[in-house]
């Protein structure tokens, strides 16, 4: 790896520090982003920094956003305490909920069935073919 790669992705890096998107740190180091994408595809240290570096800059963008929200509902902004209460409380809620359990059970398959679905899959593919002339020995 070159030292300009290793000094542009570490550019990178700071810039989703600053910022979650992928499409503006590119622009602002002026690196194309299918670079950004190739280099993670082919660095799996620098993929890993670049989630850490977008989810710990998303954090922030969240921690301000929630900050502005408090403040409007601060100044009496109906839309932001309409907002506010249908998110964070169940009695404005305009959604449904549906609770419940899945059971699942599965019976055994015969012998036939057994030898009809090896079969299939070996006609596939998916078993070596010598699983069929086992089957057709027994």
């Known amino acids: 790896?070159?030292?300009?790669?290793?000094?542009?992705?570490?550019?990178?890096?700071?810039?989703?520090?600053?910022?979650?998107?992928?499409?503006?740190?590119?622009r602002a180091i002026s690196l194309p982003r299918a670079t950004y994408?190739?280099?993670?595809?082919?660095?799996?240290?620098?993929?890993?920094?670049?989630?850490?570096?977008?989810?710990?800059?998303?954090?922030?963008?969240?921690?301000?956003?929630?900050?502005?929200?408090?403040?409007s509902i601060k100044e009496k902004n109906l839309s932001a305490i309409t907002f506010w209460l249908k998110h964070h409380h169940p009695v404005y809620e305009n959604r449904i909920r549906l609770d419940g359990r899945i059971k699942h059970e599965t019976e055994a398959l015969t012998d036939e069935q057994e030898q009809l679905v090896s079969r299939a899959l070996a006609m596939v593919g998916l078993l070596p073919n010598e699983a069929i002339k086992e089957q057709d020995n027994e």
């Open 1 to 26: 790896m070159s030292r300009n790669q290793d000094k542009d992705k570490k550019k990178l890096i700071e810039q989703l520090h600053k910022m979650p998107i992928v499409e503006a740190a590119c």
């Open 37 to 71: 994408y190739r280099w993670r595809k082919d660095d799996d240290v620098f993929a890993e920094a670049c989630d850490e570096a977008i989810e710990q800059s998303a954090g922030k963008i969240n921690d301000l956003a929630e900050s502005q929200l408090i403040t």
